[in-house]
């Protein structure tokens, strides 16, 4: 293959001084921003990898833990309950002094209201 002389031929340009320090100073800011970029990808890639380290051990440990309450039930005897007792679920709003509690916030939470508005109307003044 012959080099075309015309194709290897240099091309040259001509800037002022201020012109090219600024372009070096550019190229330099760019060189320093491509290198912090770098340095978080790798960090990223650091802390990505031990997250996927965790989530794994994790959901091993989840199996493992899995796996010892099935046996535990299996090993438990079954005990079987009247149909009296069936499958009700509990309401919280049976309890008794649980309409105490409700009266006792309520009364509090109207109390700090008023407080609010009678602040609110001395600033008016």
Same mark, same amino acid.
């Given at each position: 293959?012959?080099? %075309? *002389?015309?194709?290897?031929?240099?091309?040259? @340009?001509? +800037? #002022?001084?201020?012109?090219?320090?600024?372009?070096? =100073?550019d190229i330099l800011e760019i060189e320093?921003? @491509?290198?912090?970029?770098?340095?978080?990808?790798?960090?990223?890639?650091?802390?990505?990898?031990? #997250?996927?380290?965790?989530?794994?051990s994790l959901s091993r440990k989840s199996? #493992?833990?899995?796996?010892?309450?099935?046996?535990? &039930?299996? %090993?438990? *005897? !079954?005990?079987?309950? *009247? =149909?009296?007792? $069936?499958?009700?679920?509990?309401?919280?709003?049976?309890?008794? $002094?649980?309409?105490?509690?409700?009266?006792?916030? #309520?009364? !509090? &939470?109207?109390?700090? !209201?008023?407080? +609010?508005n009678s602040l609110e109307r001395r !600033?008016?003044?």
């Amino acid at each position: 293959m012959k080099k %075309n *002389p015309e194709s290897s031929s240099v091309i040259h @340009l001509r +800037l #002022e001084y201020d012109d090219a320090v600024d372009s070096v =100073k550019d190229i330099l800011e760019i060189e320093k921003s @491509l290198m912090i970029l770098a340095k978080k990808i790798k960090d990223y890639l650091y802390v990505r990898k031990d #997250e996927l380290k965790i989530k794994s051990s994790l959901s091993r440990k989840s199996k #493992e833990t899995k796996s010892i309450m099935k046996r535990m &039930i299996d %090993n438990f *005897p !079954q005990v079987k309950t *009247p =149909k009296v007792f $069936g499958k009700k679920s509990f309401d919280f709003d049976k309890i008794e $002094g649980r309409s105490k509690i409700d009266s006792s916030i #309520e009364r !509090q &939470i109207y109390e700090i !209201q008023e407080k +609010l508005n009678s602040l609110e109307r001395r !600033q008016r003044y």
